[in-house]
């Protein structure tokens, strides 16, 4: 099954158990005598065999690969944040903030079985970190449509859509109509874009609320499953729009990020180059 522990690879790649291979090697290295390896060979087959299967060495294995997806993740949430501009990482950083005291509240209220905290705390960490990845994918859609004169392509559409009623030149026309329809489409995918982000804010305001609810609430909680629910209704609304963040990036990735400029900036420009010129 995909995203399985592998006991016997954790088990064959363990420092120590390297490093006994490795002393073997050499002392039959050294000595020009195989009795080393061989004995080796014999306890690695013998510890192969026996060790994957053992419960503490199973919990150690996967104690250690949670540490380190989540220092993995850490690093790409951090490294997110490094680009969001100064009023997204406040907001970030104080849902972190936010967080911590929430997790340090959930160690102290007497209702919380410690045995179950650790899935609290991680969808609590999961929350922060959708948080930051909505925050990145606003800022890419702001930055776009900022860019964007919405205006300008209504008018070049109405302005193509005269040349197919006025011109009587076939090619001409169907230049037009093609013209029309790829305006149309980006106007389409304008409108999906203001449409992800409207979800998307929307979406932070509510893990921001959310969570700052829970922050009152925690201390006095009378049982882990209130908190539970209430994450368990954030994330999957949380889930919903991430999707819809892939579908935007998806559409970012395939347009340029500084969109064309509009028909007067380029009659602007035009007339400035004219005057330079004639002034030359």
Known sequence: M?????????AFLNVYNLSVLGAAALASAATGDWIPVALAAG??????????????????????????????????????????PE???????????????????????????????????????????????????CVRAETYLSATDVRDLERQIDAQRNIEKSVKDAAAVEIARKNVQVLDKRLATIQEIQNFLNRARGQMNLIENTVRLLRDQVLTMQSPDQLAEQLDDLLTGVDAIQASAKEN???????????????EAVAELSRARAGERSRS
């Not at 026996?50 to 919990?59: A, E, G, I, T, Y």
């Not at 998806?250 to 028909?263: D, H, R, T």
Request: net charge negative; hydrophobic share 45%; no cysteine.
């Open 2 to 10: 995909a995203g399985r522990t592998n006991y016997l690879k954790a």
């Open 43 to 84: 306890l690695e087959a013998l510890y192969l065999l026996v060790v994957p299967d053992l419960k503490p060495f199973q919990r150690a294995v996967e104690a250690a690969e949670r540490e380190e997806r989540e220092k993995a993740d850490r690093e790409r949430v951090e490294k997110l944040m490094e680009v969001l």
């Open 87 to 137: 009023r997204e990482w406040a907001r970030a950083h104080a849902l972190d903030e936010l967080r911590r005291e929430i997790e340090r509240d959930m160690q102290v209220n007497p209702s919380f079985q410690a045995v179950l905290l650790q899935a609290e705390i991680d969808k609590l960490k999961q929350l922060h970190a959708s948080f930051v990845k909505l925050a990145t994918a």
């Open 249 to 263: 990036e998806a559409i970012l990735s395939k347009i340029q990020l500084e969109p064309i400029a509009p028909i």
